[in-house]
């Protein structure tokens, strides 16, 4: 028995997009009447036991264990990230299944990254390809006109050119990966290095980089997950003996042993520590970091590698909530941006300027 899928962002949009036109098909082509539909649980099954399936990605758990033929994610881009690699690509295995990820871009999140991966030749299992609405043929271009006249350049440049954007109410909106993302092999050897570091043990994360005199290029990354500062300090210490390291101003308080702080860990392995006594309010440390990425003067002071993919997510990712606060939501985001930030922050504050008081007499 094989079963092929398809896997909508929810099991409402499932049901009322997909099994109709599902169902449809099969009478276009004539299998309607030998079909055993099940409407409760959205299957097709075939007189040779073979299943089509209908899931949303909202109910992880039903996605679990079954081998598959055939799989197809429709608007991935909208599904959790997870979702692929820890639960559909496991069920391939079996048949040595295909999946096919579908849908509209939705920024430069993992379906992004599943896209390149297509272009990639090191990748030759994987190919990827972008259509723009009006190739489909089932709209007109009166229609796509009509949409230019109602919306922002942005949104129709992804909703109908399927374009990858920047996510609207970016955190770090001055950050441009065709400016910033530069290789600097010349600087290799050169320059003195730092390191930025965030102790978070979900996700704790550390970036490399050569300081400029009036910048930084960051050029590698640490990421370790469910660890400690025990195994950060030991492979940043192995990779980079006495690095200098503003790490979050918290682990001085903050103890990962009975008796050790985070920096005295740090410092045991023979890490410089440099940092605030206590970290500045996020506005600013994110005013610094925006300031050089691109600054007012059209100045680009820090660039980053693109081997560094996790620095890169994080500051195309990071977003505001409605209140204008960071959103935290996404467990994997804003940990690398943190750790950019505690370094550049200290190097390169942002200049305050007290206004002037001019005495009446």
């Known amino acids: 028995m094989r079963s092929r899928w398809l896997v909508a962002p929810t099991y409402k949009q499932a049901k009322l997009i997909a099994w109709p036109i599902m169902k449809k098909m099969h009478k276009d082509w004539g299998w309607f009447h030998h079909i055993n539909y099940s409407e409760s649980e959205l299957t097709a099954t075939f007189p040779n036991g073979h299943i ?4 949303g990605a909202d109910n992880e758990d039903r996605l679990r264990g079954v081998g598959l033929d055939r799989v197809v994610l429709e608007e991935y881009a909208f599904m959790k990230p997870h979702v692929w690699g820890e639960i559909i690509r496991p069920m391939l295995s079996d048949y040595q299944g295909e999946s096919l990820r579908i849908g509209t871009p939705d920024g430069f999140n993992h379906f992004y990254d599943h896209f390149v991966r297509g272009q990639d030749k090191n990748f030759p299992d994987w190919m990827s390809w972008q259509y723009k609405t009006i190739e489909g043929g089932y709209i007109t271009e009166a229609e796509i006109e009509a949409a230019k006249r109602d919306m922002d350049a942005r949104t129709f440049r992804q909703e109908y050119e399927a374009s990858f954007e920047t996510a609207t109410n970016r955190v770090y909106d001055a950050f441009d990966r065709s400016r910033n993302v530069v290789s600097r092999d010349d600087l290799k050897g050169k320059l003195p290095l730092i390191a930025g570091m965030d102790f978070n043990v979900s996700k704790m994360t550390c970036a490399v980089g050569y300081q400029l005199v009036d910048g930084i290029h960051w050029f590698d990354e640490i990421v370790l997950r469910d660890s400690n500062t025990f195994d950060m300090a030991r492979q940043l210490s192995t990779r980079y003996p006495r690095i200098r390291v503003v790490p979050d101003a918290s682990g001085g308080a903050r103890r990962s042993s009975a008796t050790k702080t985070d920096h005295q860990i740090l410092r045991d392995h023979g890490l410089n520590v440099m940092c605030h006594r206590a970290n500045p309010p996020e506005k600013d440390r994110v005013n610094a970091v925006n300031g050089l990425w691109f600054n007012a003067a059209g100045k680009v002071r820090m660039t980053v590698d693109p081997s560094c993919v996790e620095i890169i997510s994080d500051f195309e990712r990071v977003t505001r ?34 206004a002037l008081a001019i005495p009446r007499y």
């Open 52 to 55: 089509h399936a209908l899931h």
């Open 321 to 354: 909530k409605s209140d204008g606060s960071i959103d935290k939501s996404d467990m994997d985001r804003t940990h690398m941006s943190d750790a950019v930030g505690y370094p550049v922050e200290y190097l390169f504050p942002i200049k305050k300027r007290g």
